[in-house]
């Protein structure tokens, strides 16, 4: 007989997951309190590396239904989500969220749902890529500075240089000036 377990995520301390439990409730679903998995965890950690969730995929087996109230609570990234439902789909784990109609993520409808979930993640991400870029090279091109600003003025670069140029070690004047060696390498670097 299939086990029903309840995964309710909030982001910080000041939350409670009594609505998430509600909501569960709510739709029919009868979850026995030791096979709800309640955690304060950021959604930007992986699933698969909170404690809350670990325990919880240590309990269940193939035929056992894990309930979520929304995608976000198993993730905020996409890709983390759709790699987390199909980790418990070949365990034979089916994955029900309330905010997508109680839809069984493994079920084709699923399975659907969740890649037109990824591709819009994946057209969100390619287009902030491409706006990112575009800002980059507006910005080149009215002449701003891009990039670390140095950690060396242009008069300490050249005495930096020449005190190279003469010998003086990298750890020596990275102390001397009171930046890491790595600065003072760049400084050699733009000499050359």
Known sequence: ???TFAYCRVSTADQTTNNQLGEI???????????VVAETVSGSVPAMERKGFARLLDRMEGGDVLVVTKLDRLGRNAMDVRATVEQLANDGIRVH????G?????????????????????????????RTQAGLTRAKA???ALGRPS???AA????????R????????????????RAAIQRAEKKAA
């Open 1 to 3: 007989m299939a086990r």
């Open 25 to 35: 409730e709510a739709a029919g679903f009868s979850v026995e309190a030791k096979r």
């Open 97 to 100: 969220c309330l905010a997508l």
């Open 102 to 130: 109680g839809v069984d993520l493994t079920s084709p409808a699923g399975k659907m749902t969740m890649s037109v979930i990824a591709a819009v993640a994946e057209f969100e991400r390619d287009l902030l890529i491409e």
């Open 142 to 144: 009215e002449g701003k």
């Open 151 to 153: 950690a060396l003025t």
């Open 156 to 163: 300490q670069l050249s005495e930096v240089q020449a005190k």
């Open 165 to 180: 140029a003469s010998g003086v070690s990298l750890g020596a004047l990275a102390k001397e000036y009171g930046v890491s």
